[in-house]
């Protein structure tokens, strides 16, 4: 599990909604001197800013109500604002990161480093086509460890791993806090053998694409084509009742399903509350459930949703209801919505940056 270490911040952002801009000064708590070159990012898009030399960042709101400004920098500790908007003062001040000197334990387990890396990549990255597209620059700064009684590989780092994707020409900076791959058996890490894979953590996208590129053309029609496929446009055209002509198709079974017989969406002001009604049945939740099968049974909602290429995906429900923001994203952090199938293939190798929509 990630260490958690309690730090003073004295956090301030000036926001003006006018002008559609955050601006605020990076401070040193001890010190008092300005913090240059660290990074402001919505977590989980391209948006971001540098502070200068006198501490100084502006970086535009671009409607990221729903996720949150992440500052980052090699010697401070990192700090998420979920309201930035809703600060008024523009002073910020970091903390320096508590030095560890504690000495490493390593605990041997029954897969060699190898072994685990590979299972890492496949669940992390993805094992189709654009999965090994991408090359992680820092698997070292990984920690994998397999745990025998719960047949669970976990990894983290307390780097941000970066990851070169030219399929898309995108480098991502992900702060990765937790990946869980659950197995059926304890002694094989097979892909047959899983049972599935859950992953949180912070994300940075860095876009690659430049002007003169001779292939620009073909890396935007990638992205666009993994857009309209994806769970999150699937999501954004729920809300948006738009299924049809995004040209997903919905079912349970074998017979076809009106969104209106298993969904009732409703306004919340930035967001949209997507209830679930219909058929349900009680199950474990494989991924959250750590007992052996032993855990209590939840409610599930089963859907098949098929997209444009025919293309089929099961997404199971362990909840009665959950947000959508404008762009598709869901409030899920609990692992509470499982898809299996086509949607399941959208790991690293297929991220897109939030807020990305068809040119």
């Keep these: 599990m990630k260490n958690i270490i309690f730090l003073f911040l004295f956090l301030c952002v000036s926001c003006n909604l006018h002008s559609q801009w955050i601006e605020g000064v990076l401070l040193d708590a001890k010190t008092k001197e300005p913090i240059a070159d660290a990074n402001i990012y919505y977590d989980g898009t391209s948006i971001r800013a540098r502070s200068d030399k006198k501490g100084n960042f502006r970086i535009s709101d671009e409607g990221m109500l729903n996720t949150n400004l992440v500052i980052s920098h090699v010697v401070y500790e990192k700090k998420y604002l979920s309201r930035p908007f809703d600060m008024t003062p523009k002073i910020l001040y970091l903390e320096e990161k508590e030095v560890d000197l504690n000495d490493v334990v390593i605990v041997a387990d029954i897969f060699t480093w190898k072994q685990k890396i590979e299972a890492f990549r496949k669940a992390f990255l993805g094992s189709d086509w654009y999965g090994k597209q991408c090359v992680i620059l820092n698997e070292k700064d990984i920690r994998i460890r397999y745990d025998e009684?719960?047949?669970?590989?976990?990894?983290?780092?307390?780097?941000?791993?970066?990851?070169?994707?030219?399929?898309l020409a995108y480098t991502l900076e992900f702060t990765l806090l937790s990946l869980q791959i659950h197995y059926k058996e304890p002694l094989s890490l097979s892909n047959s053998n899983e049972l599935g894979s859950v992953f949180y953590g912070t994300s940075m996208f860095i876009d690659n694409i430049e002007n003169g590129s001779k292939k620009k053309n073909q890396i935007?029609?990638?992205?666009?084509?993994?857009?309209?496929?994806?769970?999150?446009?699937?999501?954004?055209?729920?809300?948006?009742?738009?299924?049809?002509?995004?040209?997903?198709?919905?079912?349970r079974g074998s017979f076809g399903i009106r969104p209106e017989d298993c969904f009732v969406i409703k306004d919340t002001l930035s967001m949209k509350k997507v209830s679930l009604i219909g058929e349900k049945v009680q199950s474990l939740n494989a991924i959250t459930d750590k007992t052996k099968g032993?855990?209590?049974?939840?409610?599930?909602?089963?859907?098949?949703v098929a997209d444009r290429k025919r293309k089929t995906s099961n997404i199971t429900f362990y909840t009665n209801s959950f947000l959508v923001d404008r762009f598709g994203n869901t409030d899920d952090v609990e692992s509470n919505i499982v898809f299996s199938g086509e949607f399941s293939k959208y790991k690293i190798g297929r991220m897109l940056p939030i807020e990305y929509e068809t040119k």
Excluded at 159 to 166: D, L, Q, S
Excluded at 225 to 249: C, G
Excluded at 294 to 304: A, C, K, N, S, W
């Design 220 to 251: 935007r029609s990638r992205r666009n084509e993994i857009y309209v496929n994806s769970p999150q446009f699937f999501y954004k055209s729920l809300v948006n009742e738009s299924l049809k002509e995004a040209k997903f198709k919905l079912y």
């Design 294 to 304: 032993r855990g209590p049974l939840q409610d599930e909602y089963l859907i098949q």
């Design 149 to 167: 009684d719960r047949q669970m590989l976990h990894a983290s780092s307390d780097k941000p791993i970066v990851i070169e994707n030219e399929a």
